[in-house]
């Protein structure tokens, strides 16, 4: 249809921005980033750090171990290492390079009672300011809405860069996700071209396959996924759930492989990929495929967090692992009204599922969400399905999603609240 090529260049601009590498989890990464873009500011280690954060910040760092450090959690962890052994070129990679005597190093500062934490006030989600000082010098870096977009960095009260943060909802500063629809990302990914694509899916195939492999094979966190393995057998269906969690498993716990991550979040990333790989495997189907039902799912998870934003008491394992069901259908060549069922199905059981920060647990959660996102897609290929007025389910797909997104974004405010002072011991 005419204008459809401009409309798949937004959602190939989207998929871009979205699906990027991180190693470790994306809020104490981001901590890490403005801590090492500070240092590199200030010319010199720091005798001293002030790390501020939002709420979501503070909930996110709490419980997961920073990569390469070992068994180091929370948010001196992550600035301090950042500061002494962080490269800020490398953004979400920012502590590939942190060697152990960095860490060690670390570790001394820290018990040298080096770095001071507060809590930043207002209603963003991702905010972050860290201000370094060493002597008579100090430089501040400001991070906002997006896990590097850094907003302002200044030296020695200098403003050396300015920018304004415009978004809402999960937009990223010059991407319009209002654009994205069902429909428009089935007819994507059914159509659009993959020359471009096909670098950034093989990443995401390659680093979350590694790292969900590793969580398998090795002991990590609370070994969720090698626990279904074990117990409930290698059908498709449990390999499906087993592979996503593994990935959350070693990557929660301090696993130093990167992952392809999804709205910000590497956890999601796994989950909107993994199952639809096994499926992919299961169904023999070529490799072309894979790469459209990635499309589908990566795009179908963005749209629903598009409503939620970026962080929140919503667990995003459910908007990942509906996109994930979304595909699966597709690739079973379910029609237009059963990927719609598939999706319908999935929120309408599992959309209560509380983000309390990212720690092992989250490995669960992730199995959880896969297993209802099945379950809604062989609902939908037997015709079954939840209908409009039970529950927060709608007359239409869309605002089903839109209620879905109000529910994430204005419902679960407070109990985003008392998450956070239930975690701190307020």
């Keep these: 249809m005419a204008g459809q090529p401009e409309l798949w260049q937004k959602y190939t601009a989207i998929l871009r921005e979205e699906m990027v590498p991180a190693l470790g989890c994306t809020e104490p990464i981001a901590i890490a980033y403005a801590a090492a873009t500070a240092r590199q500011t200030l010319g010199q280690m720091p005798e001293r750090l002030v790390v501020e954060c939002s709420g979501n910040i503070v909930k996110n760092v709490k419980g997961d171990i920073v990569p390469g450090t070992g068994d180091m959690k929370g948010i001196e962890t992550a600035a301090v290492v950042g500061a002494v052994g962080g490269d800020a070129s490398r953004k979400l990679e920012v502590l590939e390079c942190v060697t152990p005597a960095d860490v060690e190093q670390a570790r001394a500062l820290i018990a040298q009672g080096v770095c001071e934490v507060g809590l930043l006030p207002g209603e963003a989600g991702l905010h972050i300011i860290v201000t370094e000082y060493a002597g008579q010098d100090n430089a501040r870096v400001e991070i906002l809405d997006e896990h590097t977009n850094i907003v302002r960095i200044e030296k020695n009260g200098e403003v050396l860069l300015q920018k304004q943060a415009e978004r809402a909802g999960n937009d990223v500063?010059?991407?319009?996700?209002?654009?994205?629809?069902?429909?428009?990302?089935?007819?994507?990914?059914e159509h659009m071209p993959l020359d471009e694509m096909i670098p950034i899916l093989d990443e995401q195939i390659r680093c979350n396959t590694a790292i969900s492999r590793e969580g398998l094979s090795g002991d990590w966190g609370a070994n969720v996924g090698r626990m279904l393995r074990q117990v409930y057998g290698d059908d498709v269906k449990t390999r499906a759930k087993a592979s996503a969690a593994a990935g959350s498993d070693a990557r929660m716990s301090g696993c130093v492989l990167p992952v392809g991550i999804n709205s910000g979040s590497g956890n999601q990333g796994m989950t909107v990929s993994l199952p639809v790989i096994e499926y992919a495997r299961e169904m023999g189907v070529d490799q072309e495929r894979l790469y459209r039902a990635l499309l589908v799912s990566n795009l179908v998870a963005i749209h629903q967090k598009t409503g939620i934003g970026r962080l929140s008491a919503y667990c995003g394992a459910v908007s990942a692992a509906c996109g994930a069901g979304t595909a699966i259908t597709w690739l079973a060549g379910g029609t237009y009204q059963q990927i719609a069922d598939t999706i319908t199905n999935t929120l309408a059981n599992v959309s209560g599922i509380v983000c309390d920060g990212a720690k092992p647990s989250c490995a669960a959660k992730i199995?959880?969400?896969?297993?209802?996102?099945?379950?809604?897609?062989y609902m939908?290929?037997?015709?079954?399905?939840?209908?409009?007025?039970?529950?927060?389910v709608q007359d239409e797909l869309e605002k089903t999603i839109e209620s879905v997104g109000r529910l994430g974004r204005e419902g679960m405010r407070e109990t985003d609240i008392e998450v956070l002072h239930i975690m701190i011991g307020k």
Excluded: K, T, W
Aim: aromatic share 8%; with cysteine.
């Design 380 to 392: 939908a290929m037997n015709h079954e399905a939840f209908r409009a007025g039970e529950g927060i």
């Design 367 to 377: 199995a959880s969400a896969v297993d209802a996102a099945l379950m809604g897609h």
């Design 173 to 189: 500063q010059g991407l319009d996700y209002s654009c994205l629809s069902i429909r428009d990302i089935l007819d994507y990914a």
